[in-house]
């Protein structure tokens, strides 16, 4: 079974450009989370996704939007980037109901670098 | 959902048993304490979870105090691939899916040879 997806690997913007990310979930999962970690920094909750709904939010600038697919797939768009938004984003799914257990399943991460 | 306390580093010597240390002293009733794992550079893995009973599983056991004030992650035979970031966090599950984990900054455990 394929596990969680995420494109592409690295990506180098400027200041000011835009940003889009891509997850693809695990089969049979419908919950998508965007997570950032900056360098040296913990993972901080970007956004929430289920049913192509934006479920919860986190503490981030409206620059940051995604939506998810009917497919369950994301795309995370990070607009006007900032130098700060250099960091790791990780994408993380899960099933809902009653196979949900709690157990959060991360991609490997996309890389993005601001210049 | 409660927040957690937990060390910041902490070394142990290969093929010891690790023990991670949480301190969750505002948890509820209905809140789970979840562990996961981040080893350098790649997406956190999950290890363990449990609500009030001590649980066991291939990677670890988790130990839960009686109050469910803190609890500890046991990796029982440590190796060098166990050396990793690990988080403990506090949830309310509902069944409705993790609305928002958060992450703290978690341990870093160093595995010496």
């Known amino acids: 079974e394929a596990g969680v997806t995420q494109s592409p690997t690295h990506l180098i913007k400027t200041r000011g450009q835009q940003a889009t990310l891509r997850c693809s979930p695990i089969?049979?999962?419908?919950?998508v989370y965007w997570y950032q970690q900056a360098l040296g920094l913990g993972l901080q909750f970007l956004l929430w996704?289920?049913?192509?709904?934006?479920?919860n939010r986190g503490n981030f600038p409206p620059r940051f939007s995604g939506r998810q697919f009917p497919n369950y797939s994301s795309e995370l768009n990070v607009n006007a980037l900032e130098l700060e938004d250099s960091a790791l984003y990780l994408c993380?799914?899960?099933?809902?109901?009653?196979?949900?257990?709690?157990?959060?399943?991360f991609g490997e991460g996309s890389r993005l670098t601001v210049l | 959902d409660a927040k957690t306390t937990q060390p910041t580093s902490m070394d142990c010597a290969e093929g010891r048993a690790a023990n991670l240390p949480c301190n969750h002293s505002?948890?509820?009733?209905?809140?789970?304490v979840y562990w996961y794992r981040q080893i350098h550079s790649q997406g956190p893995q999950y290890i363990i979870h449990?609500?009030?009973n001590n649980e066991t599983n291939e990677m670890a056991s988790l130990i839960i105090t009686e109050d469910r004030k803190s609890s500890t992650l046991i990796l029982p035979h440590a190796t060098l691939r166990d050396t990793a970031v690990y988080y403990c966090i506090v949830l309310m599950y509902s069944g409705g899916g993790a609305d928002g984990l958060t992450f703290g900054k978690g341990t870093h455990l160093i595995i010496q040879p």
């Open positions: 993380a799914s899960s099933p809902m109901g009653t196979l949900n257990t709690g157990e959060l399943f």
């Open positions: 505002t948890i509820s009733g209905n809140e789970y």
């Open positions: 449990g609500l009030k």
């Open positions: 996704y289920d049913e192509g709904e934006e479920r």
């Open positions: 089969s049979g999962h419908t919950s």
